[in-house]
Nanobody, 121 residues
Framework: QVQLVESGGGLVQAGGSLRLSCAAS????????MGWFRQAPGKEREFVAA????????TYADSVKGRFTISRDNAKNSVYLQMNSLKPEDTAVYCC??????????????WGQGTQVIVSS
């Protein structure tokens, strides 16, 4: 089992930045890929970014490419999402996810509860 706890959400003005964190426990964190997803009210959950187990490979949704950066610190069992140039359409609950697969993937088995991000115009 893997437990994931997100933090760092909040209210920010358009153009601002936030850094989300996700702390993992319960298994060898460094053995699997990690990712971030988001779900806005009335919409389906969408993929945001993913990072391989060693941090060497990343992939992003087109909507956040160039603005968001995913990173991880295996020594701290944590994954991060740096969000810059935020837009009102980035408003959503952001969840981190964990996979048993080491490579970059969009398929994850474990999910956190999420942290709310609200971007005001």
């Amino acid at each position: 089992q893997v437990q994931l706890v997100e933090s760092g959400g909040g209210l920010v003005q358009a153009g601002g930045s936030l850094r989300l964190s996700c702390a993992a426990s319960g298994r060898t964190f460094s053995s699997g890929a990690m990712g971030w997803f988001r779900q806005a009210p009335g919409k389906e959950r969408e993929f945001v970014a993913a990072i391989s187990s060693d941090g060497g490979r990343t992939t992003y949704a087109d909507s956040v490419k160039g603005r968001f950066t995913i990173s991880r610190d295996n020594a701290k069992n944590s994954v991060y999402l740096q969000m810059n140039s935020l837009k009102p359409e980035d408003t959503a609950v952001y969840c981190c996810a964990a996979s048993g697969w080491p490579g970059v993937t969009k398929n994850f088995e474990y999910w956190g509860q999420g942290t709310q991000v609200i971007v005001s115009s």
